[in-house]
């Protein structure tokens, strides 16, 4: 169920993110969703790839700072209310959220999908799934069909 996400600590300079994305398509690793945090001189690329152990050796072995950790991949219901479900659920339960991004996969065309960072992340499984909330197995974000 946990996804590796992939940090990686950037300038904030033009044309940086673009070189760190040609790492990534020279390694003919795919970016499947993608989050930028910044600050006034540097900032936190966060991205799921298909590959992710090749993404972090073609970062590395071009000088980048790469840091893995573990997120959620969540399906909520295309409906008014379906993100505040989600947040909801892991909120009344006690489950905090560090951070959350979306993306959209081409096999879930307008269904948007959103990326969990959790303080206890087997916690937020379970609660999520006794809450009938989609979540994404990594072999669906490696490899869609």
């Known amino acids: 169920m946990l996804i590796n996400q992939l940090s990686v600590f950037i300038e904030n300079k033009k044309g940086h993110l673009s070189k760190i994305t040609q790492v990534l398509k020279d390694a003919s690793v795919d970016i499947r969703a993608i989050s930028v945090f910044d600050s006034a001189e540097f900032g936190i690329l966060r991205v799921v790839v298909d590959k992710p152990e090749e993404g972090v ?3 590395k ?3 980048h700072v790469v840091k893995q950790s573990m ?3 969540v399906e909520p219901s295309d409906k008014v ?3 505040h479900d989600v947040f909801n659920v892991l909120y009344k339960n006690d489950v905090n959220i560090e951070y959350v991004y979306s993306f959209v ?3 879930n065309v307008g269904s948007p999908l959103i990326i969990l960072k959790v303080d206890d992340q087997e916690k937020a499984i379970d609660v999520l799934k006794n809450s009938n ?3 994404i197995p990594k072999e669906e974000i490696y490899n869609p069909s």
């Open 57 to 59: 050796i073609a970062l």
């Open 61 to 63: 072995n071009a000088g």
């Open 71 to 73: 997120v959620l991949a």
């Open 81 to 83: 209310g379906s993100f």
């Open 105 to 107: 996969m081409p096999s």
């Open 133 to 135: 909330i989609v979540i």
